[in-house]
């Protein structure tokens, strides 16, 4: 396997306030912080990772995603609202990355162990896509992503498609043969691909809310494997927002 410690790799968090279903969602507090700031918090854990960049967008709208990124000390690039593949870009080029860790601002449970099994498993062979979405077996909202700063330029050069420009990298695995994919598979306690963790309604954001209080003292440190034990052992939980209809690659 090559070196992950070699290459500067970056995570990207795409984040803006204008959400259709939950405006300002990345900013509502989860264990007393902005959600955005608690999965920054989450994503810094992961040892491979060089840097953090907020992709958000130039929007008067997200100055408070700007100042929180500020406050933090986290590094932010502000770009297209529509284009977020170059608003994506673009960050990572202004942190100088070579390799993109590709996440979003409502999936704040992200963790830094599957991170790091994402990027271990992108670079364990000649991979130009690893993650752990295109077979899903993972809860959405663990979602992780990864490839290079230059295949991503490359995509941008090659689509104009309105879905690939949304989606960043849905290129990668909706163009077959293009690239060479690989897909990390959640082991058996893992395993809850109907699960959804990520932050899209109000609903959402009760039971998000709702976890964290039965997460301890310190969620924002708590692994996603620990965090699902905690819902088995509470599955009254579940029934909060277990009619959320999750949107499709094919919706903005």
Partial sequence: MKNPKSKRIVATIEARTT????PGKVLLPLSGIP???FMIRRVRRCDYLSDVVVACTTNVLDDPISSLCERIGCTCFRGSEDDVLSRVLGAAQEAAA????ELTG???FADPGIISEVIELYFSGDYEYASNTVIRSYPDGLDTQVFSSEDLEKVSRLTSDPID???VSSYFYRTPGAFKLANLHAP???FWPDLGLTLDERRDYEFLNALVDR???SPESMKARDILAVLRDAPELLAINKAVRRKGVNEG
């Fill in 35 to 37: 959600a955005l700031e």
């Fill in 215 to 217: 997460m301890g003292p």
């Fill in 98 to 101: 070579e390799t993109i860790v």
């Fill in 106 to 108: 409502d999936c704040p």
């Fill in 188 to 190: 058996p306690d893992m």
């Fill in 165 to 167: 420009r949304v989606h």
């Fill in 19 to 22: 959400s259709s279903r939950l």
